[in-house]
């Protein structure tokens, strides 16, 4: 889980005023100021902000990554046209990282609201269940992808041996995407639960308690009243379940490195330079196609989250 | 946008202990209601889900305590075959010892640098109100969300490119060294602690930095002195939170680490299965160790853990 990890939140409208009453700040204390802005900025800046700009400009080109960047040629949109056409992973990555955003909107994104919904409940116990299902959240996606080994394995698989079936689950490639995403839900229905959960509690006790004297059933509570009320943290959960799903890449990379049924738009990229490949400006248009993709659910985001502040 | 608590109670500094506390425990007056027809159902149901979920990691645990001459004998579906060996193996053959350390000197030094850092930006963010603030924060925030692979062809260009002196690195440069790692790492996660931490210092009553600069103190005092130790449940949440994701990133490693010596424990997964091949016993013991750390975190600084997820993501 490299995760966006929702950075989410919207500042609380502060007390603005008294701040603004600030005093004049000192020479030595200016300079200081600058410096404490200054070197995250610039941490930000060169290492993310920078290199995204070079994905795209030498997205533009040709250059085998050696002989100085004298040695690149211009060559236009020839590797876009390259990709489309003349790339046979390209179009099964994208498929499939279109197939891993609509089950995860199917199945553990709802899944997740939908237990949260209940441990929300009061139950007796309730915490040992929230346990149970944030627990893979504290797991890597790499090593949630090799746990699953252990269920998949064809000879000795827990899956094989349940269903009397001799599968490759992970190896076979008209299954084992299924098989990688029922593995990387697992982790993201608990990842779900836990900021649905967390947005439940902190919902006003008295709309369900007004729901309730108004004769609302339970369903019709949580549809007309809590769902709406929560369009924020929905939101996020659109974004995160976005992400995730773009950013899919190490559960791939872990169980065959991305080919052979598992190919993933971040997988191709890491396939173009590490290595003995060394495709620069072809690696740089799968980025920068990546990168497109993305500021979709960033300006999605930022809007969420920033409003508040203007 | 009133939900999060953290919306509500915007004056109170220890809003984020609140928080961290609310996550877990109910904060309502509990009601304890009969057990009646639906309400057993509800607890069958997620008795069942809940089994289901912990299924994996029980199986792997389970397994990791067999003997694999029993297993292959006589099936997974059987009992017996108790042992420790698996552990003393792996932890040999995977060489745990080492991918340990490679782990802890790529993750302890990446997550003070980026406490430290965010921790500076969020205080210049949250105190002073330039015209610019909302459009930096922006800066950092949009930059944690943007997908890493999409940015690794410059950087892996670039860190080849860069001399280091050879006692950090003996191939003298930055591609395949620690450093790298870690500033990678670092640039990568200071969007999100940023943003949390200046959520967090605006809570802070203004009040006391004028008293404080009444009383001579300069910028650097009052964020050290003041502004730090103020800080501490978000830094505490953030720390648990940030310490398992660095442990965790496994694609940063996997790509800028060209020596498989120099792997930390996440990203040697794929040699670990080369070593252990047809042993699952094995394998499931070199699991449940890599998991070790993460779940002992998790157990012992829950709260922490959940506050920092959620304060980030469900406050809005």
Redesign the interface.
């Known amino acids: 889980?490299?995760?966006?990890?929702?950075?989410?939140?919207?500042?609380?409208?502060?007390?603005?005023t008294?701040?603004?009453?600030?005093?004049r700040?000192?020479g030595?204390?200016r300079s200081?100021?600058g410096l404490?802005?200054a070197?995250?900025?610039l941490?930000?800046l060169?290492?993310?902000?920078?290199?995204?700009l070079?994905?795209v400009i030498?997205s533009f080109s040709r250059w085998e990554?050696f002989g100085g960047l004298d040695a690149i040629d211009w060559i236009g949109i020839e590797n876009y046209k390259n990709i489309a056409t003349n790339y046979p992973p390209f179009w099964p990555a994208l498929w499939h990282n279109l197939i891993w955003v609509v089950f995860l909107f199917l199945i553990p994104t709802p899944l997740g609201m939908f237990?949260a919904v209940?441990?929300d409940?009061?139950?007796?116990?309730?915490?040992?269940?929230?346990?149970?299902?944030?627990?893979?959240?504290?797991?890597?996606?790499?090593?949630t992808g090799?746990?699953?080994?252990?269920?998949y394995?064809r000879?000795?698989?827990?899956l094989n041996?349940v269903l009397g079936t001799s599968v490759d689950w992970y190896g076979d490639p008209r299954v084992n995407l299924w098989a990688v995403l029922v593995a990387f839900g697992?982790k993201h229905t608990?990842?779900i639960m836990?900021?649905y959960?967390?947005?439940l509690?902190?919902?006003?006790?008295g709309l369900r308690e007004a729901a309730t004297v108004d004769g609302a059933s339970e369903a019709r509570t949580y549809f007309s009243v809590i769902f709406p009320?929560?369009?924020?943290?929905n939101?996020?959960i659109l974004v995160?379940t976005v992400?995730e799903s773009?950013?899919a890449?190490?559960i791939v990379?872990?169980v065959n490195k991305g080919r052979n049924g598992l190919e993933v738009?971040?997988?191709l990229?890491?396939q173009?330079?590490?290595g003995e490949a060394s495709r620069?400006g072809f690696?740089?248009a799968l980025?920068?196609i990546?990168?497109l993709i993305?500021t979709v659910?960033?300006v999605i985001?930022?809007r969420?989250?920033?409003r508040?502040?203007? | 946008?009133?939900?999060?608590?953290?919306?509500?109670g915007?004056?109170d500094p220890d809003i984020l202990a609140v928080?961290a506390a609310?996550?877990?425990?109910?904060?309502?007056p509990?009601?304890?209601?009969p057990l009646r027809g639906p309400?057993v159902v509800?607890?069958v149901?997620?008795?069942v889900?809940?089994?289901g979920?912990?299924m994996?990691?029980l199986?792997?645990a389970f397994?990791s305590f067999r003997d694999y001459d029993f297993?292959a004998a006589n099936?997974?579906?059987s009992f017996g075959g108790f042992t420790l060996e698996n552990y003393v193996d792996a932890w040999q053959r995977g060489e745990f010892g080492e991918k340990f350390l490679n782990s802890l000197y790529i993750t302890v030094p990446a997550v003070l640098l980026t406490l430290f850092?965010?921790a500076?930006?969020a205080?210049?963010?949250?105190?002073?109100?330039f015209k610019l603030n909302?459009t930096?924060?922006?800066?950092?925030?949009?930059?944690?969300?943007?997908?890493?692979?999409?940015?690794?062809?410059?950087?892996?260009?670039?860190f080849n490119e860069i001399p280091l002196p050879t006692w950090l690195n003996s191939d003298g440069e930055l591609l395949n060294s620690y450093l790298g790692l870690i500033?990678?790492n670092?640039?990568?996660q200071?969007?999100?602690c940023?943003?949390?931490l200046?959520?967090y210092m605006?809570?802070l009553?203004?009040?006391i930095?004028?008293s404080a600069?009444v009383d001579g103190a300069?910028?650097?005092r009052q964020?050290f002195q003041l502004t730090l130790p103020l800080c501490r449940p978000p830094l505490a949440a953030l720390a648990t939170?940030q310490i398992?994701?660095i442990?965790?990133?496994?694609?940063w490693a996997?790509?800028l680490l060209t020596d498989g010596d120099k792997f930390p424990i996440?990203?040697s997964?794929?040699n670990?299965?080369g070593q252990f091949f047809?042993d699952?016993n094995l394998?499931?013991a070199g699991?449940i160790v890599?998991?070790l750390p993460?779940?002992i975190?998790?157990f012992v600084l829950?709260r922490q853990?959940?506050a920092g997820?959620?304060?980030?993501?469900?406050?809005?």
């Open positions: 889980m490299t995760a966006i990890e929702g950075p989410t939140a919207a500042p609380a409208p502060a007390p603005r008294s701040r603004r009453r600030t005093r700040l000192t030595s204390d200081v100021v404490m802005v070197v995250p900025l941490f930000v060169v290492l993310v902000w920078l290199p995204a070079a994905s030498l990554g237990l209940l441990c409940k009061q139950l007796r116990g309730s915490r040992i269940y929230q346990t149970s299902f944030y627990l893979p959240v504290v797991l890597s996606l790499a090593l090799f746990i699953w080994q252990l269920i394995s000879d000795q698989g827990l041996a697992w608990g990842y836990l900021i959960l967390a947005g509690k902190a919902v006003d006790p009320v929560m369009r924020p943290i939101l996020i995160i992400i773009l950013r890449f190490d990379w872990i738009i971040a997988a990229v890491v173009n330079i590490v620069v690696g740089s980025a920068t990546m990168l993305s659910y960033v985001h930022l969420a989250t920033m508040e502040d203007r | 946008m009133t939900t999060g608590p953290l919306a509500t915007s004056a928080t609310q996550v877990v425990t109910d904060p309502r509990r009601r304890r209601q309400r509800l607890h149901f997620l008795l889900m809940a089994v979920w912990l994996p990691l199986w792997g397994n297993t099936g997974y579906f850092l965010s500076c930006a205080f210049v963010l949250a105190r002073f109100s909302i930096l924060l922006g800066f950092f925030v949009a930059a944690n969300l943007l997908p890493p692979q999409a940015l690794l062809i410059p950087i892996y260009k670039a500033l990678v670092t640039a990568f200071i969007g999100f940023t943003l949390v200046s959520n605006k809570t009553p203004p009040e930095y004028e600069a300069t910028v650097a964020f939170l398992s994701w442990y965790n990133e496994f694609f996997t790509a996440t990203s997964l794929n670990l299965r047809t699952y394998l499931s699991s890599v998991a993460t779940l975190v998790f829950q853990f959940v997820l959620t304060l980030g993501s469900t406050k809005g």
